[in-house]
């Protein structure tokens, strides 16, 4: 049980565009996703949280204009990158944690964004 | 806030051998702790994870954590080492329920034939 799934798995746009990336839970309800940005040998960086029916809660230095983020239900939270540019080229995984207070979360497998 | 210190960047172990990779956390009250590990490419998958009660946590893949509180420490051990376990291993930390975690920057594990 507690699958999270992502999609796309990987995603290659032009610069300039949006992409969006989307974060299911599969067999569980989420009231709350996560979305976590790594880049190339780094660690996990958590972007914003993810609460279903409201906005999104952005970490300090991450652009809610360029990250939207929308929860609209308790199985899907979308991330779309706005205007891409090549800085913007990252590893996106997103998380979602089960409504029992377990405290665990579980992570998709990851999308990864190059952006020409 | 929480905080989390992995020391080592790189560790090569032959196959075999044990395992020990560090970590550090930083945080007020009594925390969540986990243990993922990361393959090139993939995303997380959870070795183990400490919330309360016994102190040494059983994970999966023969897996071991130990939670020290008077050291703020969770270190991860393995008896015996198999060449499939090379990856990227992270440790987190939680505050509770559904809480966002912080990750410590992660431990590149080799393993050497």
């Known amino acids: 049980g507690a699958v999270v799934s992502q999609h796309p798995s990987w995603v290659i746009c032009k610069s300039g565009t949006s992409v969006k990336i989307e974060c299911r839970s599969l067999d569980f309800q989420a009231t709350t996703m996560f979305w976590y940005r790594q880049f190339p040998k780094q660690s996990l960086m958590l972007m914003a949280t993810s609460n279903e029916g409201s906005k999104a809660t952005y970490e300090q230095g991450v652009e809610k204009d360029k990250f939207l983020i929308n929860h609209a239900s308790l199985t899907l939270s979308t991330l779309t990158v706005t205007s891409a540019h090549p800085e913007d080229s990252s590893f996106y995984i997103c998380?979602?944690?089960?409504?029992?207070?377990?405290?665990?979360?579980?992570f998709g497998e990851g999308s990864r964004l190059t952006v020409l | 806030a929480q905080s989390v210190t992995q020391p080592d960047i790189h560790i090569t172990v032959s196959e075999g051998a044990s395992l020990e990779l560090r970590c550090n956390y930083s945080y007020g009250a009594t925390p969540y702790l986990f243990w993922y590990v990361q393959s090139p490419g993939q995303g997380l998958q959870l070795l183990l994870k400490?919330?309360?009660?016994?102190?040494l946590v059983q994970g999966i893949k023969g897996f071991e954590a130990e939670f020290k509180r008077s050291q703020s420490s969770f270190n991860l051990r393995k008896p015996s080492v198999h060449w499939s376990d090379a990856a990227e291993y992270f440790c987190?930390?939680?505050?509770?329920?559904?809480?966002?975690?912080?990750f410590g920057a992660g431990t590149i594990l080799r393993v050497k034939s």
């Open positions: 400490y919330f309360s009660g016994d102190t």
């Open positions: 998380s979602a944690s089960l409504t029992e207070n377990t405290g665990e979360l579980f």
């Open positions: 987190a930390v939680g505050a509770g329920y559904g809480n966002k975690l912080v």
